[in-house]
C-alpha cells in the first residue's frame, strides 16, 4: 500500500488524467473519490492542486468530448452500445432524452453527478443536433463544477484522509485486499441491478417474420411505437401504419384499444426494454395479446421491409412514406 501512495504522489497529476478519462469513456472506475484523495494530497504540496484540476478538465472534455462527436454521426447505434456494455440498466437511452430535452445544454452539467446518465448525456447531446460551441461551453462548465467540488472536499477533509492513508500504509496488503473487496462489491452491484432489470424485461417476443405475415392478415394487428419525440426525432424512421405512443402514456391509452387484438410494441433500445415495459403493462391492463418485437426498429429494417419517416414538430407526429426504404 505504500508503493502505492508513492506512485500516487509521483504520478499524481498524470494518474488524474488517466482515471478521470477512463470514467468518461465508461469505464467503471470511480474517479469522483479518487479525485477526492488527491485534492487531500494537494494540501501538503505532494501533489500540484493546479496540475490537478487541469488534467481533470481535460479529461472530462476529451471523454465527453468523443462520445459527443461519436452521437453526432451515429446517433442511436452510439447509445444502444453504451447501454449495452454498460453496468447500469438499460433504461439510460430513455433516461437520458427525458433529461436533455426537458433541461438543454443545463443537463449536461447536472448528468456529471448521476450514474447511468452521467456517460450517455454527451452522445444523446451530439444526436439530438447540439452545436460544437454549446456542447463545449456547457462542458467545461459541468468539468469546472464536478472538479472543483471533489478536489475541494479533499481539500476541506484533507486531515480526516490523511489520516485514512496513514493508516491504510500501516494495514499494508490487508488495505490493498479490503480496496480490491469494495471496488468487487461495487462492480457487482452494478451488475445485479443489470440482471434484475432483465428479468424485468424477460418475455416472449414477436419476429419480424412473424409480424409481417400479421399485417396481411385483417384484421391487422395494432403496431405501436413506444419511443419518445426525441427518439423519433434521432431516428425518424417508423414502420408502417404504426401509432406513435410514449410509454409514459401506453398505460393511460390502453382502454381505448381491444382486449382481443395483437398488439405488437416496439423500440429501437437495448433488449427492446421500453417495448417490454410497455408490454407488461398492457397485460396488468386485460391485454394479453401484447408482444415486444424483437430487434425492435432496427431488426424490421435490417430485414429489408418499408419504412415510413415520422416527423416530430410541435408534438405532433405524422408519417410519410420513406424514400430510402
Not at 6 to 35: C, D, K, N, Q, Y
Not at 66 to 90: E, H, N, T
Not at 92 to 114: N, Y
Amino acid at each position: 500500500m505504500e508503493h502505492l501512495i508513492a506512485l500516487l504522489i509521483e504520478h499524481g497529476v498524470g494518474l488524474v488524467l488517466l482515471v478521470t478519462l477512463a470514467a468518461r469513456l465508461g469505464a467503471p472506475v470511480p474517479a469522483s473519490p479518487f479525485l477526492v484523495v488527491v485534492g487531500a494530497l494537494t494540501v501538503g504540496g505532494q501533489i500540484s492542486l493546479p496540475g490537478a484540476f487541469i488534467a481533470s478538465m481535460l479529461a472530462n472534455i476529451l471523454g465527453d468530448g468523443a462520445w459527443f462527436l461519436a452521437g453526432r454521426s451515429y446517433g442511436y447505434r452510439v447509445l444502444k452500445l453504451l447501454c449495452r456494455i454498460s453496468l447500469s440498466p438499460d433504461s439510460c437511452v430513455r433516461q437520458s432524452e427525458a433529461f436533455i430535452t426537458r433541461w438543454g445544454g443545463a443537463s449536461l452539467i447536472a448528468a456529471k453527478f448521476l450514474p447511468g446518465i452521467s456517460v450517455v448525456a454527451p452522445p444523446m447531446a451530439g444526436a439530438l443536433g447540439m452545436s460544437n460551441r454549446a456542447f463545449l461551453a456547457f462542458e467545461s462548465l459541468a468539468a469546472a463544477i464536478w472538479t472543483l467540488l471533489f478536489l475541494g472536499l479533499g481539500v476541506g477533509f484533507s486531515g480526516q484522509i490523511q489520516q485514512i492513508l496513514e493508516l491504510l500504509t500501516g494495514m499494508g496488503k490487508v488495505a490493498l485486499v479490503a480496496i480490491a473487496v469494495l471496488l468487487l462489491v461495487f462492480a457487482a452491484q452494478r451488475y445485479l441491478r443489470r440482471r434484475m432489470f432483465l428479468r424485468d424485461v424477460a418475455m416472449k417476443r414477436i419476429s419480424v417474420a412473424e409480424l409481417r405475415d400479421l399485417m396481411a392478415q385483417d384484421p391487422a394487428p395494432l403496431v405501436i411505437d413506444v419511443r419518445s419525440a426525441a427518439g423519433r426525432e434521432i431516428d425518424p424512421r417508423s414502420i408502417p401504419g404504426a401509432l406513435a405512443v410514449e410509454l409514459d402514456q401506453v398505460q393511460r391509452r390502453a382502454a381505448e384499444w381491444p382486449a382481443g387484438r395483437e398488439i405488437v410494441l416496439y423500440c429501437n433500445c437495448p433488449n427492446d426494454a421500453s417495448a417490454a415495459r410497455a408490454a407488461g403493462l398492457l397485460a396488468r391492463q386485460g391485454l394479453t395479446r401484447v408482444r415486444p418485437l424483437a430487434g425492435g426498429l432496427d431488426a424490421w429494417a435490417e430485414a429489408g421491409h418499408p419504412l415510413e419517416r415520422s416527423e416530430v414538430a410541435a408534438g405532433r407526429v405524422t408519417m410519410t412514406p420513406d424514400p430510402t426504404s
